[in-house]
């Protein structure tokens, strides 16, 4: 359950076997609604903390499945897109790409040394990422030093002279 802008906390319990969500419930913890088979895609919005252009956006690209449209009326969600939405979310945050997501989503439960492939591979690029940020951090902070030596003026900058220079 986690809090929206608005301070509210949602809980969403989905039945498995019956198929739909049993209850929905602000901090209060009075019922919005009551056996729910499917939400309309505002109402997924709210409950899953996204827009509902978000929402729109995952089902171009394949990530959640567009519900056929009824003759008349609203597209129907099942309650089980919330807890889809909110795994992307949170790989999203982790750091993992929407194709990745992909990969992740795709596995489902049956393979978790897949999954520990792709997470591991996550991990070393977010440490190659770290170690470049750190010797780009290492180098500023020499540059930065040497600029304060030159408070005299005469000597060019260091920092425009090292910007300036072509790689070799």
Known sequence: MGFTKYGFQHGVRYNHRAGM???????????????TPSLTIGHLASIAEVNVETIRYYQRIGLINKPLKPVQGYRHYPASTVERIRFIKRAQELGFSLEEIADLLSLNDRDCNEARVIAEHKQAVIQQRIDDLSAMQLELAKLIKACRKNVSGQECCAIIATLSKLRQ
Not at 21 to 35: A, D, F, L, P, Q
Request: no cysteine; hydrophobic share 25%; glycine share 6%.
């Open 21 to 35: 969500v049993t209850s929905i419930m602000k901090t209060t913890g009075t019922n919005i609604s009551s056996r």
